[in-house]
C-alpha cells in the first residue's frame, strides 16, 4: 500500500522559513507529478507548487520567488522548501503525487500544520 508521510511544519515568526519532506512508501512502479497544496482555516484547497519527474515546476502566484520545490527521484521524496513567510501562509500543507503501483493513482498525505505568526 502506498503512503506519502510529511515532515517540517510548525510554528514560525513572519520571515522565517521551513523545509517541508514528503516521503512516498510501499510498492511503487513510477511516480509522476508530485507536488504541495494547501488549506487554510475556513478555505479551499489550493495548489502552492508541482514538480514533474524530469524536474519542470509550477508555482502559485502567492509561492512564487519564496518557495522552491524540489524532489529526489532516487528516495521517492519532495520537498518543500518555504522563506519569507507571512501569516497568510498559514494553513495545513498536503503533499501530493502521482504513483503507479501497477495502476495510476493520486495519493495525499495526511497534512502537516504550519503555522506563521506576526
Known amino acids: 500500500q502506498v503512503q506519502l508521510v510529511e515532515s517540517g511544519g510548525g510554528l514560525v515568526q513572519a520571515g522565517g522559513s521551513l523545509r517541508l519532506s514528503c516521503a512516498a512508501s510501499?510498492?511503487?512502479?513510477?511516480?509522476?507529478?508530485m507536488g504541495w497544496y494547501r488549506q487554510a482555516l475556513g478555505k479551499q484547497r489550493e495548489l502552492v507548487a508541482t514538480?514533474?519527474?524530469?524536474?519542470?515546476?509550477n508555482y502559485a502566484d502567492s509561492a512564487k520567488g519564496r518557495f522552491t520545490i524540489s524532489r529526489d527521484n532516487a528516495k521517492n521524496t519532495v520537498y518543500l522548501q518555504m522563506y519569507s513567510l507571512k501569516p497568510e501562509d498559514t494553513a495545513v500543507y498536503y503533499c501530493y503525487a502521482h504513483i503507479s503501483d501497477s495502476v495510476w493513482r493520486d495519493y495525499w498525505g495526511q497534512g502537516t500544520q504550519v503555522t506563521v505568526s506576526s
Open positions: 514538480i514533474s519527474r524530469g524536474g519542470s515546476t
Open positions: 510501499g510498492i511503487i512502479f513510477s511516480i509522476n507529478t
